[in-house]
């Protein structure tokens, strides 16, 4: 029962890890905080299911042109509204992501519907048995996807140019500008790549939960996940949305029912209180 | 043009800037006064749900206007306020005018402890923080069923006083009314005080403001009680109102009304408050009347008004920063200076950098 737990938490864990992910990404490069992180998700498995049951695609095509897709959306969406946000303050920034989660929302109701679709799973329900503990062969898909997707990004920010240029750049953007990088593409790469990340989460998720307009509240869960890794740390946001995913399982089984639901607020509002930097986090100095 | 001389300065913390300004407020009080008697019900009661909003707003902009600390999590001092009063008038046969201001302590109190855990974060640290307390509180809402009657939840009747029941929607209209005019005047009032000062001190800069003498750790705690006390205020005039709460009326969404309705009106002043408030209400009204100009398949669609929210909330942000009250303003400052009025005073400045990193 307990490693049964720890197995399904593990693969939510890893779709929180994918959300808070897609945070970290932009609020390292740009200091937005994108509340509409969950919406973008909502909309890359919209757009998956789309393809799959409308045009009748196979699956891993399906997979491919969603996220380009979403990235593409990413991409117009910094070009045409989010540059004109630059050096707003962070309580304009914020209210602004949530009006553009609230009229995604609103856009996806009226395209999508208001029902509740269902994922066509292509691997049926398989099951892998390792010892006492049964694993459905979609949870190692989703935790193998979300190891591939972070060695990419690792190895992506690590050798190629314009990887290097997005770290340059979230460390210090006007240093980064003065040294010849193009801060503007970076900032339109980082929200396409956010985007797609969403998009894989949307996809990964779809099997686990239902497709549904409000789907991308889930993404305020993610939060706490981010946080706890420390906002801005890519590796923090992998282990804190592992780490919440666990633990929201775990309260399940040993704490009151109702305790599952806040759990990762609870865990939110102790961290903030104790080491509001995060596990990975660095303490950021607010200049004079 | 007007010109206005001022000679000392007790003028400049005047509370009406002109005489005639006076004469105004007044005319819009008397105004206000007889609305119930010529009125239909139905917009006496919006006037009061706007009412409610406005004393709502006007404590969020103590916290995030005022003070520069973001909340998003407002709803769950709204819903203490609600529950109190309803806990007591109900189930411990408290009289609704001794629940009222009760309803605001228990906020405060409930806002203080939320305020020091605050006094460590800040921007979007604060943000989630509150946002995360409003969860639990929502959840709490729905656990603690001897006070809250979980899903169930309570049924309020209006007050009475004496032999006045205030059961009619024109009676209950005069109660709102006192209180939106009573709590416009403290705040006011409190803008121009000392404290207020070192609010909004402490929002332009917090370090300037330490060296000025200013504890922030008061501060910032008093903000949040201050604030949480107005909205649980406002949460306690608000059960009766609909003489049914359940946790529905406090999700994360009203949170985030409340402060779509501070930047609408205008961040950071009583009128903006009661703009944002009265815009924000009466926003379905608005929309059905826009929905007649529009193409019938558009109309019929579900999730029309949550799209008008918000793009709404979106073009305030990117071309009205100062809202409603900001573009009022400029107009008055356009008929102040008439023939002298340039295009570009108002212009945004455009910024292309910030960072609160300082690596």
Known sequence: MFLQQ??????????????ALGFVLIYKATEVVNFAQGEFMMLGAFVALSLMTGAKLPFFLTIFLAVMIMGVFGMVLERMVMRRLVGEPIFALVMFTIGLSIFLR???????????FKFPTVFGKSFTQIGSVTISSMDILV?????ALVIILYLFFKFTDIGIAMEATSQNQFASFLMGISVERVFNLIWAISAMVAAVAGILLAPILFIHKDMGFIGLKAFPAAVLGGFGSIPGAIVGGLIIGLSENLAGVFLPAWVKDVFAYIILIAV????PEGIFGIQEKKRV | MRFKLKKSYVEDLRLFEYRSSLMWYLALLAFLAVFPF??????????????????VALGLNILTGYTGQISLGHAAFYAIGAYTTGFLTTKLGCTFWLALPLAGMAAALIGLIVGIPALRLTGIYLA????????????????WKYVTNGTNGLIVDRPTLGPISFNSDQAYYYVILLFVVLFVWITKNFERSPTGRAFIAVRDSEVAAQTMGISLAKVKTTAFAISAFYTGFAGGLFAPLINFIG???????????FIVIIIVGGIGSVHGSIFGAIFMTFLSEIIRLGKDVLPEAMQRMVGFQGAVYGLILMAFILFEPLGLYGRWLKIRFLFEVFPLYRRDT??????????ERSR
Do not use: H
Not at chain 2, 247 to 257: G, K, Q
Not at chain 2, 347 to 355: A, I, V
């Open chain 1, 143 to 147: 935790v193998s996807i979300t190891a």
């Open chain 1, 106 to 116: 609103s856009i996806a109701g009226m395209v999508w519907s208001t029902d509740t």
């Open chain 1, 6 to 19: 720890i197995a399904s938490g593990l693969a939510l864990g890893c779709v929180y890890a994918l959300i």
């Open chain 1, 272 to 275: 903030l209180m104790v080491r």
């Open chain 2, 128 to 143: 989630i923080a509150t946002m995360g307390f409003a969860f639990i509180i929502d959840q709490v809402i729905l656990e």
């Open chain 2, 346 to 355: 108002f212009r945004k400045k455009r910024k292309f950098y910030r960072s």
């Open chain 2, 38 to 55: 010529f009125a239909g019900t139905y917009w006496v009661y919006n006037f009061m749900l706007a009412g409610i909003y406005s004393i």
């Open chain 2, 247 to 257: 946790p529905d009326n406090f999700s994360i969404m009203e949170s985030i009304n």
